[in-house]
């Protein structure tokens, strides 16, 4: 079972950064292709924010596009998120996903963010 520990959560002010960092670790991570982050507000779905490929692939939500910015380190198996002008409505629980293809096959335990206005 592959393990995710995510970090760099917290509160910030509306237009502060902060970045998020998870670390995939045991199990069969020579198979994980995409690493991502997702979040989840309350009362509200659980969503993609962004994911990136083992080839440097990316995908963004509309939400985030400009602002976001998803990287990784294939020898570190540590995926990042820079999260620049932060707004209220990025407050949520991110959750660190990996898998095999764009649909995640494994989840961290979530971090929280808060971004107060």
């Known amino acids: 079972q592959v393990q995710l520990v995510e970090s760099g959560g917290g509160l910030v002010q509306a237009g502060g950064s902060l970045r998020l960092s998870c670390a995939a670790s045991?199990?069969?991570?020579?198979?994980?292709?995409?690493m991502g982050w997702y979040r989840q507000a309350p009362g509200k779905p659980r969503e993609l924010v962004a994911a990136?490929?083992?080839?440097?692939?990316?995908n963004y939500a509309d939400s985030v596009k400009g602002r976001f910015t998803i990287y990784r380190d294939n020898a570190k198996n540590t995926v990042y998120l820079q999260m620049n002008s932060l707004k209220s409505e990025d407050t949520a629980v991110y959750y660190c996903?990996?898998?095999?293809?764009?649909?995640?096959?494994?989840w961290g335990q979530g971090t929280q963010v808060t971004v107060s206005s």
């Open positions: 990136i490929s083992s080839g440097s692939s990316t």
């Open positions: 045991r199990g069969s991570i020579f198979s994980i292709n995409v």
């Open positions: 996903s990996a898998g095999r293809t764009w649909g995640p096959d494994y």
